[in-house]
């Protein structure tokens, strides 16, 4: 079984400042993808980054980069010089084996202060 | 631009009525859609894996009769919410995947709101 943890349920960040939304999972497969989504109040879910599992880079993209340390089996979201439109629920997920589903983590709400 | 389409967006309707949800894959065919179901300030559940011709995989404690799935087309799937009730008030949100290789995210509708009065 596929079990994605996101240990903090709220965070705050000041604005122009970086962030670290925690990630961990647990899977028995060997090839497995990650991802992280942002919802907004609105309720739609934006897809912001992937890391797959035989990736040695670590994922970037604009301002989000994956911290991904897999003996840790973690996959930190990383926001650099956040802004306040970054203010969402945060979801970590992760699609594993042959699985067509994606598991998803509990969220993280994320507030920037101005 | 938008990659799902779901519709509608909000539906406020009394105890007893049928609610049907349609999740449109826009630029891709999507031989397996998903259904979501999301109360507030908790994360989304997976409700059922919808397949293009064949029947509804669902979930352990989610009711058949209740939730009725249908994928007729590679771009359309829908959620028919039978004689809703309050308590099925909440966030109904589909995804599909483009096909592809495995590093291909889900793409969402931008959810349904559901209010049974």
């Known amino acids: 079984a596929q079990k994605i943890t996101q240990t903090q349920p709220g965070m705050f960040v000041q604005e122009k400042e970086a962030v670290t939304l925690d990630c961990t999972y647990d899977?028995?497969?060997?090839?497995?993808?990650l991802f992280w989504y942002k919802q907004p109040s609105s309720g739609e879910m934006i897809f912001l980054i992937y890391?797959?599992?035989?990736?040695?880079q670590n994922a970037t993209e604009g301002r989000y980069s994956l911290n991904f340390q897999k003996a840790r089996k973690s996959a930190n979201l990383v926001i650099s010089a956040s802004q306040l439109g970054d203010s969402a629920m945060y979801f970590c997920?992760?699609?594993?084996?042959?699985?067509?589903?994606?598991?998803f983590g509990s969220g993280t709400q994320l507030t920037v202060l101005p | 631009g938008a990659v799902v389409s779901q519709h509608p967006s909000r539906v406020i309707c009394k105890s007893g009525t049928s609610v049907k949800i349609e999740c449109r894959s826009l630029?891709?065919?999507?031989?397996?859609m998903f259904w979501y179901r999301q109360f507030p300030k908790q994360s989304l559940m997976l409700m059922a894996t919808?397949?293009?011709?064949?029947?509804?995989?669902?979930e352990q404690g989610v009711e058949k009769d209740k939730f009725l799935i249908n994928h007729a087309s590679l771009t359309l799937s829908t959620l028919t919410v039978t004689s809703a009730h309050p308590e099925d008030s909440s966030f109904y949100i589909c995804?599909?995947?483009?096909?592809?290789?495995?590093?291909?995210?889900?793409?969402f509708g931008d959810g349904t709101r559901l209010s049974i009065l």
């Open positions: 995804s599909a995947r483009a096909p592809g290789s495995t590093n291909q995210p889900q793409h």
């Open positions: 890391q797959g599992s035989y990736d040695e």
């Open positions: 997920a992760m699609r594993a084996g042959s699985a067509r589903q994606l598991t």
């Open positions: 899977t028995s497969d060997q090839s497995y993808g």
């Open positions: 919808s397949n293009e011709g064949s029947k509804a995989t669902y």
């Open positions: 630029d891709f065919q999507a031989t397996t």
